[in-house]
């Protein structure tokens, strides 16, 4: 059933869209309060929040899809100012991330240089109910997270995926707040004479790789998806559904419900006491600090715990 575009701008929420005659899905992200929170926790120097802000969007795009349980991880380990980034998406709908980087190596690292650098960037994927874990590896080799995107789906799904993420900081008088947008489209065609082979991911070096030639329906997705400003991903008054219309309007889209997302760290005092168990005493002795305790803070959500060294035995 036909119904207006709705103007109600959401945020921390993730709106999957079908547009049928591209034989096109996708989501569009759009973080405010969630992401604000992960970042203020470790008050990030601006050029670190917004690839970590990139990141948790690049997630949540993916995480969304999980149904009721499990756990999608991104996580990037490189040469770069910033060497480490995790962001766990736990199902179905908590966000939680942290960076690591060298202080020195981002001051003095240019304004347009690649602040991952060179590594890695793993997606683990834990769906519960006994279910193999998976995880797939792409290289980093300076191309950002978006073509990072590009190149696993193309490597190791096997679907033509077009991604693009925004990050942006406000400043009103002395308040910060920051906002985070993705969209991300796949093509995924049923009709035979529609589909294409792709090149072989993981091949043994010397395998012949076949000439692709893109269907003209994900041509023409591409280049619409690729219309899209970095603003429009942020702009807090304009409603995913009415970006989407922007896009696709000419070939009809379809929206589905819409998933909340909001930040959220699992850690407990219980989790971490257990954690603790698990060292011999001689190691927990040598962690009690000049106050006679063992103090704890989570990297995730920088909440600090202390347990006096008899609650651990």
């Not at 119904?3 to 992200?29: I, M």
């Not at 992960?38 to 050029?47: D, S, V």
């Not at 993420?165 to 004479?193: D, I, K, N, Y």
Request: hydrophobic content about 45%; aromatic content about 6%; overall charge negative.
């Amino acid at each position: 059933m036909l119904r207006p575009v709705s103007d109600d701008a959401r945020d921390d929420n993730v709106l999957p869209f079908a547009v049928a005659p591209l034989d096109l899905r996708g989501r569009v992200v759009r973080l405010g309060a969630s992401i604000d929170e992960i970042l203020a926790r470790h008050a990030y120097p601006p050029r670190v929040a917004r690839v970590v802000g990139e990141a948790a969007a690049l997630t949540a795009l993916l995480g969304s899809a999980l149904k009721l349980e499990g756990r999608l991880q991104l996580q990037t380990k490189s040469d770069g100012a910033i060497d480490m980034i995790v962001v766990d998406f736990d199902a179905p709908n908590r966000l939680r991330a942290f960076a690591r980087f060298d202080a020195a190596r981002l001051a003095a690292a240019g304004a347009d240089a690649d602040l991952l650098g060179k590594g890695h960037l793993a997606l683990t994927l834990e769906q519960g109910n006994d279910m193999a874990r998976y995880q797939g590896i792409v290289a980093l080799e300076g191309q950002g997270l978006e073509e990072a995107a590009h190149r696993y789906f193309r490597q190791s799904e096997q679907i033509p995926t077009f991604v693009r993420l925004a990050v942006a900081e406000s400043v009103t008088g002395a308040q910060t707040s920051w906002r985070a947008g993705g969209l991300m489209v796949q093509f995924l065609p049923a009709a035979p004479e529609r589909q294409a082979d792709l090149p072989p991911g993981n091949a043994p070096a010397g395998t012949p790789v076949p000439e692709v030639i893109e269907n003209d329906a994900w041509v023409e997705a591409k280049a619409l998806a690729a219309t899209i400003e970095d603003h429009e991903l942020v702009d807090p008054t304009l409603s995913s559904e009415r970006l989407l219309y922007r896009l696709f309007h000419e070939r009809g889209v379809r929206v589905f419900s819409a998933q909340s997302v909001k930040a959220a760290c699992r850690c407990s005092r219980q989790r971490i006491a257990n954690m603790l168990r698990r060292f011999t005493p001689q190691e927990r002795a040598d962690m009690v600090g000049d106050n006679g305790k063992i103090g704890v803070t989570c990297e995730f959500c920088s909440t600090y715990r202390e347990f006096a060294p008899a609650e651990l035995e």
